[in-house]
């Protein structure tokens, strides 16, 4: 079965990057993209990109533009997302999902990325 | 960009029947926005449940439904168990880029 396996939590420093991965499994990873979206503490859920895993191709809301870098490994079916300049407005829990053909079905566990001083 | 709005929160009884609602800024909603909605219960990722307005995955119970009603996006909950209390999103795919809901508190009563 399908699976979406994230790392682990991460404490950074405001004006740090984080880069968090999503290791796919159960289905072919360059056939369906992969969405990230990230959840602040209480708040509902906001969308940050989608990336191809057929050829990286990535696309994103502007608010997160020049900020957010989205990679795909075909090799170890990993995707990655990497979140510069980091405030303590990014406190959040930052999922992947499985993204292709306006059909979101699987989600990661999540990875809760905690910017402070 | 868009903007997205859900009824803050809704309150069912055990067996009734609930519409969730999902309405764009832009105007009505149509097949064309892609409506997914998804379950999320407190600590726990967001789990899928409908997606193309009236599509149920595979372990989607068959007491959900989704359609367009008066120009929104819907989700239809009949015959409401105790265990479908959480929180409710909605997702629009509008000029390229998703939108989510703010989200639908249902509490079972």
């Known amino acids: 079965q399908v699976h979406l396996v994230q790392s682990g939590a991460e404490v950074k420093k405001p004006g740090a990057s984080v880069k968090v991965s999503c290791k796919a499994s159960g289905y072919t990873f360059t056939h369906y993209g992969i969405s990230w979206v990230r959840q602040a503490p209480g708040q509902g859920l906001e969308w940050m990109g989608w990336i191809s895993g057929y050829n990286g191709n990535a696309n994103g809301p502007q608010k997160f533009q020049g900020r957010v870098t989205m990679s795909t490994d075909t090799s170890t079916n990993t995707a990655h997302m990497e979140l510069r300049s980091l405030t303590s407005d990014d406190t959040a829990v930052y999922y992947c999902v499985k993204d292709q053909n306006w059909v979101i079905d699987y989600w990661g566990q999540g990875t809760l990325v905690t910017v402070s001083s | 960009q868009t903007v997205v709005t859900q009824e803050p929160s809704l309150t069912v009884s055990p067996g009734g029947t609930v519409t969730l609602t999902c309405a764009a800024s832009?105007?009505?909603?149509?097949?064309?926005?892609?409506p997914n909605w998804f379950q999320q219960k407190p600590g726990q990722a967001p789990r899928a449940v409908i997606y193309?307005?009236?599509n149920k995955h595979s372990w989607t119970p068959a007491r959900f439904s989704g359609s367009l009603l008066g120009g929104k996006a819907a989700l239809t909950l009949s015959g409401v168990q105790p265990e479908d209390e959480a929180e409710y999103y909605c997702l629009l795919y509008d000029g390229g880029a998703w939108v989510f809901g703010g989200g639908t508190k249902l509490t079972v009563l």
């Open positions: 832009t105007g009505a909603v149509t097949s064309d926005y892609y």
């Open positions: 193309h307005t009236t």
